[in-house]
């Protein structure tokens, strides 16, 4: 089994949908990574959090420490969020490398 | 762009040929780490530096491969005897860790556009 586990693997929505995408988790960690890779293989990092949950635009991303589980959402969903997301377990500050899963294609249709 | 370079992008080579890639970190990130990305798949990590010092090597990394930071700036990923098993995005990251007087703490990783290797 997999350190970290997320759900659906494939999502297509239509555009303006609410997106929820999750990512589990099974041992500890320090902080969760949510990365977003477009075509082509660029990552970009959306959030790191160990906590609560943060936001930026449309992207709100939440965590639930006890449950070991994450959630990515997008409001308004647009074609342009289509990509594949990918969260990532990261732990300790002497350890350096992230976990990931094995990520989620999203594809929101116009 | 993240401010995180890897040359080249894309990478052909011939079974058994030997492969170089570079990254250059964002200039002040202090750890630079190198992950294998195949089809469908999450990153895998590979192994890390804090400054010029690799602390951790993945098992994936076999003996055909060895990374560098000779300078604690820029590194290098080379593998030799190349095998068709190796084709696969390779990505670095970089990130800031620690504090001190006056440096921010900051562990999100920032990652490089990767270079595609396809070994023939």
């Known amino acids: 089994k997999n350190e970290v586990e997320q759900s659906p693997q494939n999502l297509t929505a239509q555009e303006g949908e609410f997106i929820t995408i999750n990512c589990s988790y099974s041992?500890?960690?320090?902080?969760l990574h949510w990365l977003q890779q477009h075509p082509g293989g660029g990552i970009v990092s959306l959030f790191m959090?160990?906590?609560g949950k943060k936001k930026h635009g449309r992207l709100i991303a939440t965590i639930n420490i006890q449950e070991k589980h994450s959630s990515l959402h997008i409001t308004a969903s647009h074609p342009r969020d289509s990509a594949v997301y990918i969260c990532?377990?990261?732990?300790?500050?002497?350890?350096?490398?992230?976990?990931f899963g094995q990520g989620t294609i999203l594809t929101v249709h116009p | 762009d993240t401010g995180v370079s890897q040359n080249p992008r894309h990478k052909i080579t011939k079974r058994g040929q030997n492969v170089t890639f570079r990254c250059d970190p964002i200039?002040?990130?202090?750890?630079l780490y190198w992950y294998r990305q195949t089809l469908g798949q999450g990153p895998e990590f590979l192994t890390y530096?804090?400054?010029?010092?690799?602390?951790?090597k993945s098992r994936l990394l076999s003996d055909r491969f060895s990374a560098e930071r000779p300078k604690g700036s820029f590194s290098t990923l080379e593998i030799q005897r190349t095998e068709q098993g190796d084709s696969a995005m390779y990505l670095c990251?970089?990130?800031?860790?620690?504090?001190?007087?006056?440096?921010?703490?900051?562990?999100?990783?920032?990652f490089g556009p990767g270079t595609r290797l396809t070994v023939l």
């Open positions: 990251a970089s990130s800031l860790v620690g504090s001190g007087e006056g440096r921010k703490r900051e562990y999100a990783q920032f």
């Open positions: 041992v500890g960690i320090s902080a």
């Open positions: 959090l160990s906590s």
């Open positions: 990532g377990r990261w732990w300790g500050t002497s350890y350096g490398k992230l976990t």
């Open positions: 200039s002040e990130h202090n750890r």
């Open positions: 530096f804090q400054n010029e010092a690799q602390l951790e």
